[in-house]
């Protein structure tokens, strides 16, 4: 893919849709129509009209008269499309504005679109006005607009092919477009690689006649081994989110040009194991297993985000054996989830749903019988994390007695009392809630044996992870009276999507809330998870930082200056160290900076080195046998 030549180097480049994000004509068709009665009209012609040309469905210069004749703009409509248009400028331009500058002598704009509002923006991308080919506009002596300079061969059929014929360019020509008359071009025998750039706009018509098929300019820099402010274009990356994560992180994604594939569900191993083959970096919920067989097929896969506490679905052993990061939000849904808990704690000590159940039937049954205050009670947690001790402050301010236990040794928040084993908690508290985590240890960690410790008449609530509780014995505690109410968000079996079915033995029981795992569903908890997983997993892709990852040894880099970073990934055995440094000193590599961090499997090396070394010296490391993933920055 990478092109070779010894020749000048000459970039054509169209401007509606490539440098620009949109149309120059239709948005000065939209301001100039707007608020007029049939302007959504006009305007819905006039884009078809410039699809039809761009296409190749009817001739350019019958599509620009028609266009021109619908359209009924002035000078002072033109003024506020440029700054419209200056907030529109492709991205992948906007992020290459250095190799726009240095090559500007090199680049030329050849646009059926008009000068008046193609060179405020060349200009502001440090583009020469003298290479901008372009259409003009004639004007009446009120400015509005009457038509186009048709002494201008880019008025005309076949204006670029007219055009560039004159130019007589020597050197290797390719044109950056999305238009068929931007193949035409190379099909008439000016330039000698046509590349279809589709960021903004995808014409099947024309990506079938391209040489390459870009989503962005940093594609074409790389293709071309050309300065690009991204080392590996991110549109070459595939980001594939799943669950509904929220749309920040999508955003996050897409404003910095990767390949985005978004998924409202989450998908079974068969689905994964063919769709993660392409994959490098994936958003999970709690409902995507990714398993052994899953992840031994991801072969591209740099990151894992878990936009989620959990990460219990996820084999990390095998993710970090195979240099995947892996990383989650370990507080971003905390308090909601603490505030269902209480909220569902007093709905169940006061028999709230049975008595609104009984009201939407017409029964008034008024009896404070049953029915207490959580003042004074005691609650009880299994788990006390993030979630127990948020739990332990909120629930002490409405006056309880807290009591916890946690298999590891915890401080006490407050007045609440430690407790030595989970039975002890069962058999003092008045409400038992679980806020341990889904490892495998905890499967049915909560059956007969367990529900038997508890008081009579306790307050059952599992926020947690929906096997650590064994359903049939809960069903038959709550049946006989054991527990007088149960609050459960999360299930042994949850539907993997919206549309499937929920079944469960616990429907149908009185005093038991059922909710659909939306424990950490909330605004805030999704917004804080959709921003705060992707800056990690870019702060990894960008600068190898790997702050937060949970399976990673964790760096934090210094951003990247003046250097080129080597990321290397290795089998923690001893002597790596040795083997990477005989490589940079055969090599006379000169290094800026050395970062090392290792844990029980992996090894992470970070060298920044400064930029010249050869091929070779790359291979020689990647060819170390313990070499896990291997990473070049700059
Ligand atoms: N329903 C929902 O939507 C949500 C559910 N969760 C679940 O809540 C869990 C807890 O979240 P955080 O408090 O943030 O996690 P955390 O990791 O801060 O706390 C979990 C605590 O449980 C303890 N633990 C684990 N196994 C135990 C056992 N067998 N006995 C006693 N203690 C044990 C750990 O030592 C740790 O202190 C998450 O792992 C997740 O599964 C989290 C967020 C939302
Ligand atoms: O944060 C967690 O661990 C949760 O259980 C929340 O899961 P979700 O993002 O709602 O699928």
Redesign the pocket.
């Known amino acids: 893919m990478v092109v070779t030549t010894n020749e000048r180097k000459i970039f054509v480049i169209d401007f509606d849709s490539t440098v620009t994000q949109v149309e120059g004509l239709d948005e000065l068709a939209a301001i100039a129509l707007k608020g007029q009665a049939d302007g959504a009209e006009v305007v819905k012609k006039i884009k078809a009209l410039t699809d039809a040309g761009m296409s190749g469905e009817i001739s350019f210069s019958e599509a620009l008269k028609s266009r021109i004749e619908l359209l009924k703009a002035n000078k002072s409509h033109i003024e506020i499309l440029i700054d419209f248009l200056k907030t529109k400028i492709s991205d992948s331009f906007l992020r290459n504005k250095s190799f726009l500058k240095e090559y500007n002598a090199d680049i030329y704009i050849v646009s059926s679109g008009f000068k008046e509002f193609i060179l405020p923006i060349t200009q502001s991308l440090g583009l020469k006005d003298e290479n901008v080919y372009a259409n003009t506009f004639t004007f009446d002596k009120e400015g509005n607009i009457t038509g186009v300079d048709q002494s201008n061969v880019l008025a005309q059929t076949g204006g670029k092919i007219k055009l560039m014929e004159s130019l007589k360019f020597e050197g290797h020509v390719s044109v950056i477009g999305d238009g068929y008359t931007d193949f035409e071009i190379k099909k008439a025998g000016f330039a000698d690689r046509f590349y279809a750039f589709t960021e903004n706009v995808e014409r099947p018509k024309v990506v079938a006649e391209a040489d390459f098929a870009i989503k962005s300019l940093d594609e074409f820099l790389f293709y071309n081994q050309l300065p690009r402010g991204q080392s590996y274009p991110k549109s070459l990356i595939k980001v594939l989110l799943l669950e509904n994560v929220h749309q920040a992180a999508v955003e996050a994604f897409e404003s910095q040009g990767f390949d985005v594939e978004f998924h409202k569900g989450a998908m079974d191993e068969d689905e994964l194991i063919e769709k993660i083959k392409d994959v490098s970096i994936i958003g999970i919920r709690?409902k995507t297993n990714l398993t052994k067989k899953v992840l031994e097929n991801a072969d591209k896969l740099m990151a894992i985000g878990a936009f989620?506490?959990?990460t219990?679905q996820i084999d990390l052993k095998t993710a970090t054996q195979k240099g995947i990061a892996v990383f989650n939000a370990?507080?971003s849904?905390?308090r909601s989830?603490v505030e269902l808990a209480i909220g569902e704690m007093i709905m169940l000590i006061r028999k709230i749903f049975p008595k609104s159940e009984a009201m939407h039937k017409g029964i008034w049954d008024k009896s404070a019988i049953n029915s207490f205050e959580v003042r004074g009670k005691k609650l009880g947690m299994?788990?006390?994390?993030?979630?127990?001790t948020q739990l332990s402050v909120i629930g002490e301010a409405l006056g309880m007695e807290i009591y916890f236990?946690?298999?590891?040794d915890?401080m006490p928040i407050g007045n609440a009392k430690k407790c030595k084993t989970?039975q002890e908690v069962f058999e003092t508290a008045d409400v038992v809630s679980l806020?341990?985590?889904?490892?495998k240890?905890?499967t049915n960690?909560i059956g007969a044996k367990e529900f038997a410790q508890m008081k009579d008449g306790v307050i059952f609530m599992n926020?947690?992870?929906g096997p650590v509780v064994n359903i049939p014995d809960l069903v038959a505690a709550i049946k006989s009276g054991k527990i007088e109410g149960a609050g459960i968000?999360?299930f042994p079996e949850e539907p993997k999507t919206n549309s499937d079915p929920f079944v469960s033995e616990l429907m149908g029981l009185s005093n038991v809330i059922l909710s659909p795992?939306?424990?950490?569903?909330t605004e805030e908890a999704q917004q804080g998870i959709g921003t705060y997983v992707p800056e990690r997993l870019l702060e990894y892709i960008n600068n190898g930082s790997t702050t937060g990852s949970v399976n990673c040894p964790e760096v934090q880099l210094p951003l990247l200056q003046d250097s080129h970073r080597i990321l290397h990934i290795h089998r923690n055995v001893p002597g790596i160290m040795a083997k990477l440094n005989n490589i940079f000193a055969k090599h006379h590599i000169n290094i800026t900076g050395q970062y090392l961090k290792t844990n029980e499997t992996v090894g992470y090396v970070i060298v920044d080195i400064q930029k010249a070394y050869s091929r070779e010296f790359v291979q020689e490391i990647k060819a170390i046998e313990e070499t896990i993933k291997f990473r070049m920055l700059f």
């Open positions: 709690s989620c506490i959990g219990n370990p507080y849904n905390t989830v299994i788990g006390y994390g993030h979630i127990g236990y946690d298999i590891v915890k989970m806020h341990i985590d889904g490892r240890e905890n960690l926020l947690a992870r968000d999360v795992h939306i424990g950490g569903s």
